[in-house]
């Protein structure tokens, strides 16, 4: 009963989204109708109200274990904690979908009633979140809908939640991720909104500045995490595979950090707003599009939701018309949008045009990435691939010359061009530290490796950059605009700590039999593998190796596992890390060989933790923005 409720209530919030749009549609025409806004708005109000509650419902049939919803009943166990059944809504298609819709209606609700009752933009922006929310809803009831039934009865215990996602950080990676590429929705509306209103004498820059902000935290963080639980969860010891859904996650995050720069600059003044309205109609469009990707199955993915293509198409038609439609608007207003001032060539907003681009690029690139291995199988039938040698061949220049022109605009003004003699002095220091840098690495490390070097070299120059002008403005007493400084040194760290574990860190096969011991190589100077267990725990059972490393003269014990899961009989392999501050000793066991050893994987990670912790300094940055004071 509690289902078809549910499901009730999420069929009434379409026929509510769907008055908002047939309101604001006809009195789009007819302006004596004063009190049209305010209705509009509470139905649309209550509309997300509904999804609000019947999501709530949804979680309480997952905590109930009722098992008479396919969806429940496929992706979840009576044996799970509640936390778990709770996070396996979100597990696979329909329920993923679901939560996709809860966040776009609360971004929106928030958003909408954020804005000043008489707000020029505020009604047809209520009509584009009412559109897009609508869509969603519609493809979600009519494609994948999660309320259906099992008849004549439920499963008993449920068919369990895929063990590689009993893990609390991928329970918190999709929700992250989700309110990071739905939350530039707001962007996205308003300024669809902001070109059908056509007065381009309003100021909607301030508006959604926040807001943005917001959402790229939300994405990065997302990404982060994806990333983190990928290190130690697959027992692969790596953080980034180029997946291609991986790849569609990616272009969002760098056409969203674009967009913030440019709306960044377009605030201050009248600059870049045609290439910033672009950016947000973008960034959005990408989002859909890695909707797609990941919901068709088109593409073979670990990341993929769904394997149905004739399911997709709905997605694809949808997302297509929604971009269509904001670009045909934009391409309309293109004339009239031509307005703005002309960037001031060597100005801060000249290098940060420069960086856009730069990123483009990189969004271009990856996307064709993506798409020429699927234009070849339509074509010829054949299956391609393309990894990461390609992305790192085409990545490492790209990232250097953004390094340049970041380290040369620390010390550019807006508006105004950099003197030659300011442009010498911003770079002497920091390219000659770079330079130093790189000597140094290669003499400890004898190993060069051009790509690796560019990293960098490049993440050298940023973090010199913003730390020489942190310092020198501090004992100068100058203002400091701190969000900004720690921002870019996480974003130079990062392309340092890259690098840096790309040359240093090595892998390490091994075969024992417990009671044994091997000397691995100079650092590692002893491997032993005391014992071996088995384990039984709730809903697995477990295989726990006992192992004593004497590594840099230090006494190390890991216990890497395989788990047997019950329900599913699946085999997942549970890593063990030691860490320290410069590396990870990051241990996976594999199979019994015949001679009754046992295979061991060792890897040594160097700077790997670097690679998150300049995530948080990012994110760090970020959130001094938001917060920083104002500053005359």
Known sequence: MIGEISHFLSLSAVILFSLVLIFNLFFKFNRFHPNQLMLSLRLFNQACLLVFISFGMYIYLAISDDFSIAYIANHSNSQLPVFYKIT????????????????????????????????????????MLS??????????????????????????????????????????????????????????????????????????????KNWSFIAWIFLTIGIALGSWWAYYELGWGGYWFWDP??????MPWLAATAFIHSLYASSRSNILKTWTMFLGILIFALSLFGAFIVRSGIIDSVHSFANDPERGLYLLGFSGLITLLS??????????????????????????????????TSIFS??????????????????????????????????????????????????????????????????????LSLYLIWVATGVFSILAYIGIFSGSLILSSYLFRTINNFFNKKYINKGSAVAHIGLGLLFFAVSMN??????????????????????????????????????????????????????????????????????????????????????????????????????????????????????????????????L
């Open 131 to 208: 559109l897009i929310i609508l869509g969603f809803l519609l493809f979600l009831l009519l494609t994948s809908n999660p309320f259906e039934r099992i008849l004549p009865f439920g499963a008993f215990e449920g068919a369990d939640i895929n063990p590689v996602l009993q893990d609390p950080a991928l329970a918190i990676h999709p929700p992250m991720l989700y309110l990071g590429y739905v939350g530039f929705v707001i962007s996205f509306s308003f300024i669809t909104a902001y070109l059908l209103h056509g007065d381009f004498e309003l100021q909607w820059e301030r508006d959604i």
């Open 245 to 250: 859904v991986e790849n569609v996650a990616l």
């Open 327 to 360: 670009l045909s608007i934009f391409a309309y207003r293109l004339p009239a949008l031509n307005s703005s001032k002309l960037v001031v060539s060597g100005s801060k907003e000249s290098f940060l045009s420069m960086n856009n681009i730069l990123m483009i």
């Open 502 to 631: 790309s040359i240093l860190s090595y892998e390490k096969n091994l075969n024992l039999a417990p009671g044994q011991s091997i000397s691995v190589n100079e650092s590692v100077q002893e491997f032993s593998f005391r014992d071996i267990q088995l384990l039984k725990a709730s809903n697995h059972d477990v295989i726990s190796a006992e192992i004593e490393l004497l590594h840099d003269e230090r006494e190390i014990s890991l216990n890497p596992q395989k788990r047997k899961y019950t329900t599913r009989g699946q085999i997942t392999s549970e890593s063990a890390i030691h860490t320290s501050f410069f590396k990870d000793t990051y241990l996976t066991i594999g199979d019994q060989l015949e001679n009754g050893s046992w295979t061991f994987s060792l890897k040594i990670n160097y700077f790997i933790k670097w690679i998150w912790f300049s995530a948080v300094l990012m994110v760090t940055g970020m959130l001094l923005t938001i917060f920083k004071k104002k500053v």
């Open 88 to 127: 396996s809504i979100w597990s696979a298609h329909e329920g993923s979908m679901f939560l996709w819709i809860v966040f776009l209606t609360t971004w929106s609700i928030l958003f909408v009633n954020s804005l000043d009752k008489n707000h020029s933009l505020k009604k047809l922006t209520l009509l």
């Open 366 to 435: 990856i996307f064709l990435g993506v798409t020429y291995p699927l234009i070849i199988e339509f074509i010829s039938g054949e299956k391609v691939s393309i990894g990461p040698p390609y992305y790192n061949t085409i990545f490492s220049p790209l990232i250097l010359v953004a390094a340049v022109f970041i380290m040369i605009s620390v010390d550019a003004l807006w508006q105004r061009s950099i003197s030659l003699k300011a442009l010498f002095v911003s770079v002497t220091a920091p390219t000659l530290l770079s330079l």
